[in-house]
C-alpha cells in the first residue's frame, strides 16, 4: 500500500487551512463574514439606470456601493443612526451681529497689524 505524504492529505475534520496554510478551528484567525457584509449581484440594470446612479453617486462623492448602500437603508428604513449631529444654538447671538462701520474698524485694525516692520527684518 501506497503512503500518502502529510502536505499532500487532506485536513482532519474540524479543521481548515486558510491561504497561509495555518490549520485554523473554523472561523478563528479570519473575519467573520456578517462584518464583512453580504455581496449580492443585480441583474437588469440598463444603461440609462446605470448612468443615473453614478451620476448620482459622484454627486455625493460616495462610491457607487456606498451610494446604493445608502440609497437601500433610506428606501428601506433601515438607516444608522447619526451620532454627534445635534446642532447647538447658544453662541448664535454672537454671530452675524455686526454693523458695516464695526466690520470696517476691526478689519482696518487687523490689516493694521499685518504690516511688516522693514527694519525688524533686516
Known amino acids: 500500500m501506497k503512503t ?6 487532506p485536513p482532519k475534520a474540524g479543521k481548515l487551512k486558510n491561504r497561509s496554510g495555518d490549520k485554523n478551528v473554523p472561523g478563528k484567525n479570519r473575519k467573520d463574514a456578517a462584518s464583512r457584509g453580504k455581496m449580492i449581484t443585480l441583474r437588469g440594470i440598463d444603461p440609462a439606470l446605470s448612468q443615473k446612479i453614478k451620476s448620482e453617486a459622484e454627486k455625493e462623492s ?6 446604493l448602500v445608502d440609497t437601500l437603508r433610506k428606501s428601506l428604513g433601515v438607516e444608522k443612526k447619526k451620532m454627534f449631529t445635534r446642532v447647538f444654538h447658544d453662541l448664535d447671538g454672537l454671530f452675524g451681529q455686526w454693523s458695516d462701520k464695526e466690520f470696517r474698524q ?3 485694525q487687523i490689516e493694521a497689524q499685518r504690516t ?6 533686516q
Do not use: H, M, R, T
Request: aromatic share 10%.
Open 4 to 9: 500518502i505524504p502529510k502536505s499532500k492529505q
Open 62 to 67: 460616495k462610491s457607487i456601493n456606498q451610494f
Open 106 to 108: 476691526i478689519q482696518n
Open 116 to 121: 511688516i516692520d522693514a527694519e525688524l527684518w
